[in-house]
């Protein structure tokens, strides 16, 4: 998931089996993760979402085809709307106001393959890690509802907060695009990433899917 800066530093796993944080802040089933709100976007998200991709912070990172890393909104809008693209806004239970974005690419291919980005754009007044919490709820939802047997992302090399977060919720570096990124002039690797549903099933038993479905009522981990 290419995504802008995450939320590092990282916690340290709980050591109580509950799913609520030190904190008090909910936890996705299972992992150390804050649970979040994953919502369609609606018309009147186009400017926010593209003031983030537009955030010189992140637009180093992006890509939105041919290398282009700037984008007209009514643009943008209309292809994280496509419906061969599954995105949503994440959000904190509870409130109202977008945190970020995710999305899959060509989630709908005969393939049975996707492509995820995540951008996030508020970073004050949220708990750490809610850009990988995004990411392993929709990536749930790409396996468990969209029919996808593997997602792929890449990151820029010298991107390393994002690197770290792919490594932190279980992707496998498959790869490198050499030179295949331009950052002020200058060239960098991308580094690919993926996850199988397999992988994703073993390691995320009890994540739920936008349907509610997880791995383990899809049969897909011993009870």
């Known amino acids: 998931m290419n995504a802008n800066p995450s939320d590092l530093p990282l916690p340290r796993l709980a050591k109580h089996d509950d799913d609520r944080g030190d904190t008090g802040t909910t936890r996705i089933p299972g992992t150390e993760f804050p649970m979040l709100e994953l919502v369609p976007l609606q018309p009147s998200h186009a400017g926010l979402l593209h003031a983030w991709v537009s955030d010189p ?14 984008i007209s909104k009514r643009e943008l809008f209309l292809m994280v709307t496509s419906a061969r693209n599954h995105a949503r806004l994440y959000r904190l239970p509870g409130t109202q106001a977008p945190l970020g974005l995710i999305c899959l690419n060509d989630a709908t291919n005969l393939m049975g393959t996707a492509q995820a980005w995540v951008i996030r754009g508020v970073y004050a007044h949220a708990p750490l890690n809610v850009t990988a919490s995004a990411c392993i709820l929709a990536v749930a939802t790409g396996f468990l509802d969209l029919g996808r047997h593997v997602i792929g992302s890449w990151v820029v090399a010298n991107n390393y907060l994002s690197i770290a977060m792919h490594q932190k919720i ?3 570096r498959s790869g490198v695009a050499r030179q295949a990124h331009r950052v002020h002039g200058r060239c960098h690797d991308r580094l690919l990433f993926d996850i199988t549903l397999e992988e994703f099933a073993r390691r995320y038993p009890d994540v739920p899917s936008e349907s509610g479905r997880t791995a383990r009522s899809a049969g897909l981990v011993e009870a």
């Open 57 to 70: 912070k992140a637009r180093d990172w992006l890509d939105f085809g041919g290398g282009r890393q700037e």
């Open 170 to 172: 279980g992707c496998t």
